[in-house]
């Protein structure tokens, strides 16, 4: 029975058989239940395993969960919205969603918060830092594997980019970005963390044409949260220092 099992690559079967097989028999299912209850088991244990492996693939730095983000620290994020967009209906348009606030105001812990209920929902999912990004894409062009490179970041679902506009692009980087925006566009989608408005993109995107057509691939048909300018983080440092005096 367990060689089977490792042969089939069963592994739920393997270790619950015995605990299934008491419990069948206390309750007195019949062989087609009790096979149906393993087999089920089986079944949910493999989509918990894909779950966790497409979360880690993604490549986020920290788990964050939207459970946790705190919705009365910052009232100027809906947990409607949000809740809407845990449904991941937009990553399945391949549609966009921008988050733009100050620093400590819970960009990085909805971008990760999203991207992870992404995973989760069966899609793939890649996290980076803009600026990482960037060199990556530089890097590539100098060894001529620029193409596969962005079909590479093409291929997923959704691409989480955060910390967009911390710091100025130079024109060759900011075009290549617009290469890999341009290579998703209306197909897959984007998902970008920035403390910048709008109208400051021009010191990270000094080119105003280039600028204006990132712009326009990040908002097109898409959504934008405005996380707002105070930070809670600092606030709650604040009060913590304050609860210890």
């Not at 705190?70 to 409607?80: E, I, L, M, R, S």
């Not at 960009?107 to 990482?132: D, M, P, Q």
């Not at 990270?204 to 105070?230: H, S």
Request: hydrophobic letters at 40%; glycine letters at 6%.
């Amino acid at each position: 029975m367990e060689q089977a099992c490792r042969d089939l690559r069963l592994p739920t079967v393997r270790t619950r058989f015995e605990d299934m097989l008491t419990v069948a028999h206390k309750e007195q299912l019949t062989y087609e239940g009790f096979l149906a209850d393993l087999l089920l088991a089986e079944c949910d244990d493999r989509a918990r395993r894909r779950s966790i492996r497409r979360v880690k693939a993604a490549g986020f730095p920290r788990q964050k969960w939207l459970a946790d983000f705190d919705f009365d620290a910052n009232p100027n994020v809906n947990p409607a919205t949000i809740n809407s967009l845990a449904s991941c209906v937009w990553v399945r348009k391949g549609e966009p969603l921008c988050l733009i606030g100050d620093s400590g105001t819970g960009k990085s812990h909805l971008l990760i918060g999203l991207g992870t209920a992404a995973a989760e929902a069966g899609f793939r999912v890649r996290y980076t830092l803009a600026t990482k990004l960037v060199n990556e894409l530089v890097e590539a062009a100098d060894e001529k594997m620029l193409v596969k490179t962005i079909a590479r970041y093409g291929r997923v679902d959704l691409l989480c980019v955060d910390e967009l506009g911390y710091i100025e692009l130079d024109k060759r980087g900011a075009e290549l970005l617009f290469q890999v925006l341009t290579e998703r566009e209306e197909k897959n989608s984007v998902a970008i963390a920035s403390n910048q408005s709008f109208s400051g993109w021009t010191r990270t995107f000094t080119d105003p044409r280039l600028c204006a057509a990132i712009v326009d691939r990040l908002t097109f048909g898409g959504a934008i949260i405005e996380t707002g300018t105070d930070s809670y983080r600092l606030a709650q440092t604040r009060a913590a220092a304050q609860a210890a005096s």
